[in-house]
């Protein structure tokens, strides 16, 4: 299975950074405590969240499934969107066309 998608890639990946931004512990995907995670400067933190969307795309295109942290991450392929949920109250959308 891979994910099929119309929307330039890039514009896709800037939506998915913005919603692991708002899972609050997503650090944790890197094995990181909160401590190390505080001590990178923004644009080390970037490259990180950056890095985790483009790795968690290509894992959607063999699971439907993924999570980051405590968020969880679902490919749904009827309706063409990635969906993030990055706390019971809060769930991205991400549209793939």
Known sequence: MAIRYARPYDDILDELVKALEDIPNCYETFEMSSEEWSE???AER??????????LFYVLGSSSHAAAGSGKLEYDKDRSVIKVAASP???HVVTLK
């Open 46 to 55: 970037d490259v990180c969240i950056r890095t985790l969307a483009d790795d």
């Open 89 to 91: 109250q809060l769930i």
């Open 40 to 42: 990178l400067d923004e």
